[in-house]
């Protein structure tokens, strides 16, 4: 196996974006990850997207020849990757696996999604449709339902209050502000959060991600081809991706994920690393008890801790590990597909110092968490300060 780099970042500003295609979404996020890479046309070996769902929000099935078709990239092969929310961490973790065995020498990894062309009852229909169908989804089950019965769950077994939850929308909506292509620029308070309408009891409006339009890319080439290009390399130090029942009632425990904790434990033991050696990690905050749940099944944190210490302002841009600073799914926008190339995107940026004004000082390295389903799939990555 090759060691692996990701030598180029793009993405596309996320929000409602109106009368444009997924597809040109992601050429144009493409073009720009091409472009800081210094990777040409004919450089490119292989393309994956990750998407849900363009059947449903665009009416266009088997959209992944469509992006070398944009992109002038004549007979690329080009690979569509689905696995709910998680579709753009497979994606990348896709394109790594292709660099990292051989197949391919420069892998263009991408991820979209297109939602706002449907009406916020649909969107949550067609989202619904990743939870199980035969004993959640038919009987009325949403994403947002299921976040609030772990969410609750939370606070009955370990006292996570509604201000704690809070906390993390505060802080990603705080981030977004430095994030040009977030799609909120808003600073929210506690009590906005807290006394905010109710969307499923007890996650309010901003206890939730909002729905999207968004694409982002990354180029992975083998690391010993790094300095062809003119992009500054980040190392990929581990990937891992771990699969659990579909089906809440099948669970254990509502207080976290096994998948979570399984795909962490395996990215560190791959990487020779431990939590206290990340400086910085993007997490899926579908709904802020995701956020605190991550922190905690991820062993940044204790069980239970994960609300009091985003009180505290410890995953704050500037606290001790700092948590989600492009604004993450809450306040950046969460265009499905694309969401865990941006976590990638983010990371990479962070750790060759192009993150702007949100730029943490001295991260060497960056880890994220991309959810799927109710957690039945979630993808970590852990990439390195390259040379
Ligand atoms: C929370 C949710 C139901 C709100 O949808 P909605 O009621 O149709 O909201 P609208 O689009 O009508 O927006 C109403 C206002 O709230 C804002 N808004 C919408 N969603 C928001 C969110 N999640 N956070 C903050 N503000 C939000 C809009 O910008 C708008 O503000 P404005 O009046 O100042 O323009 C929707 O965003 C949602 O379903 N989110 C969850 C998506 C999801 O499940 N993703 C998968 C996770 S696993």
Same mark, same amino acid.
Request: hydrophobic fraction near 25%; charge should be positive.
């Given at each position: 196996m090759r060691d692996v780099a990701i030598i180029g970042t793009g993405m596309t500003k996320f929000g409602n974006l109106g009368r444009v295609t997924s597809r040109e979404l992601v050429t144009s996020a493409a073009l720009e990850a091409m472009n800081d890479a210094g990777v040409e046309r004919g450089d490119i070996d292989a393309v994956y997207l990750g998407e849900l769902s363009g059947d449903i929000f665009e009416h266009q099935m088997h959209a992944a020849p469509g992006i070398p078709d944009y992109l002038g990239l004549e007979n690329t092969p080009s690979t569509r990757v689905e696995a709910a929310c998680a579709s753009g961490g497979l994606s990348v973790m896709h394109s790594i696996m292709a660099v990292a065995g051989g197949f391919y020498d420069v892998v263009l990894a991408t991820g979209a999604e297109?939602?706002?062309?449907?009406p916020t009852a649909h969107v949550t229909e067609a989202l619904s449709m990743c939870a199980d169908d035969i004993y959640e989804v038919s009987l009325g089950v949403t994403f947002p339902g299921a976040f609030a019965m772990m969410a609750r769950a939370h606070e009955m077994e370990y006292g996570t209050t509604p201000e704690m939850r809070a906390a993390v929308a505060v802080k990603n909506h705080k981030n977004a502000m430095d994030n040009p292509n977030a799609q909120f620029h808003k600073e929210i308070t506690i009590e906005k959060v807290v006394n905010s309408i109710m969307v499923a009891d007890p996650l309010t409006l901003y206890d939730c991600s909002p729905i999207t339009d968004g694409a982002a890319a990354v180029v992975v080439v083998p690391w010993e081809d790094r300095?062809?290009?003119?992009g500054p390399a980040v190392k990929v130090r581990s990937f891992a991706q771990a699969s659990d029942t579909m089906?809440?009632?099948?669970?254990?425990?509502? %207080? *976290?994920f096994k998948t979570t904790q399984i795909a962490a434990r395996n990215a560190f033991e791959r990487a020779q690393l431990q939590p206290k050696d990340i400086d910085i990690v993007e997490v899926h905050d579908c709904f802020t008890i995701a956020e605190i749940m991550a922190i905690e099944d991820m062993g940044f944190f204790k069980k239970g801790e994960g609300g009091k210490v985003t009180l505290d302002g410890? %995953?704050?841009?500037? *606290?001790?590990i700092p948590v989600n600073v492009s604004g993450g799914l809450k306040a950046k926008g969460h265009p499905i597909g694309a969401s865990g190339v941006a976590q990638v995107v983010e990371i990479t940026n962070q750790l060759r110092d192009r993150a702007g004004p949100r730029q943490v000082p001295d991260v060497n390295i960056g880890m994220t968490q991309n959810l799927g389903g109710s957690g039945s799939t979630i993808v970590c990555h852990i990439l390195e300060r390259g040379d």
């Open positions: 297109k939602m706002t062309n449907l300095h062809k290009y003119e089906s809440l009632h099948d669970r254990p425990v509502l %207080t *976290g410890v %995953t704050a841009r500037d *606290g001790q």
